[in-house]
């Protein structure tokens, strides 16, 4: 099982700039993707950005040029966030996309295949 540990949200201005971090743990071998997500009250959660493998991220077009998303090679990710706006107001949400191993071996599948959650990081942007 993978565990995941958000850190790194506040309370900033609009305009200002934050940090996330994902600390992982746990069985990381097999994790094939990460990302953030992040949910608004009264709203959905939604995907801020991805990483596919050691692929490059992915992002939501409300972010894009704004975020930055990157993981290191112990499999932390990291959220830089950038001309923060009001509207990025939440709480952020690290996830972490596994299949489960078996004997030592990575085994993708449906029956396979779970997501892991962090417990989430308040970002609050004033205006």
């Known amino acids: 099982q993978v565990q995941l540990v958000e850190s790194g949200g506040g309370l900033v201005q609009a305009g200002g700039s934050l940090r996330l971090s994902c600390a992982t743990s746990?069985?990381?071998?097999?994790?094939?993707?990460m990302g953030w997500y992040r949910q608004a009250p009264g709203l959905e959660r939604e995907l801020v950005a991805s990483?596919?493998?050691?692929?490059?991220p992915n992002y939501a077009h409300f972010v894009k040029g704004r975020f930055t998303a990157s993981r290191d090679n112990a499999k932390n990710l990291y959220l830089e966030m950038n001309s923060l706006k009001p509207e990025d107001t939440a709480v952020y949400y690290c996830?972490?996309?596994?299949?489960?191993?078996?004997?030592?071996?990575?085994?993708?599948?449906?029956?396979?295949?779970?997501?892991?959650w962090g417990q989430g990081t308040q970002v609050t942007v004033s205006s």
């Open positions: 746990g069985d990381t071998r097999c994790i094939s993707a």
């Open positions: 990483i596919i493998a050691d692929g490059s």
């Open positions: 996830y972490a996309d596994s299949y489960t191993a078996v004997g030592g071996i990575c085994t993708g599948g449906p029956t396979y295949q779970y997501d892991s």
